[in-house]
């Protein structure tokens, strides 16, 4: 799957700067991304999980995709245009739904909820804290 993953990639960024080139217009791409690749860069090596360079660079590619579509909003917003293609492949972006981790984050939120209540009535106020019987 990564492999495939991969290839893809490599084929959409090909597609980009040979066969849609004629599409790009520099006028309207004043978007600096420096910042926000060096932001992130900087972020995955002082924060990761051990501290290795695959683990540093897995980071750094999920801080990047998390922010990679600001180009993109940046230009529409400053020409005002929404182009149909770059409009579908952003929303595709966001678009996925999983109702699994949404039902089970739900969950989760409404179990917390009852610790949150009891963390700030009891604990903070310096209370005993009883559950009920």
Not at 18 to 35: I, L, M, P, W
Not at 59 to 66: A, D, N, P, R
Not at 103 to 118: E, I, K, N, R
Request: proline share 4%; net charge positive.
């Amino acid at each position: 799957m990564k492999v495939v993953y991969i290839a893809c990639s490599f084929t959409t960024v090909w597609m980009i700067c040979s066969k849609f080139k004629a599409t790009y217009d520099g006028n309207h791409v004043t978007f600096r991304v420096e910042f926000l690749v060096v932001p992130t860069a900087i972020l995955a090596f002082l924060v990761n999980h051990d501290f290795t360079p695959l683990e540093a660079l897995r980071t750094f590619s999920i801080h990047l995709e998390s922010v990679a579509v600001l180009p993109q909003l940046f230009a529409g917003s400053k020409t005002g245009e929404a182009e149909t293609i770059p409009s579908h492949y952003l929303f595709a972006l966001g678009g996925f739904f999983d109702l699994t981790a949404i039902v089970a984050g739900l969950v989760q939120t409404v179990l917390y909820c009852d610790f949150f209540y009891l963390y700030i009535t009891k604990v903070l106020k310096g209370k005993k804290r009883s559950l009920p019987a």
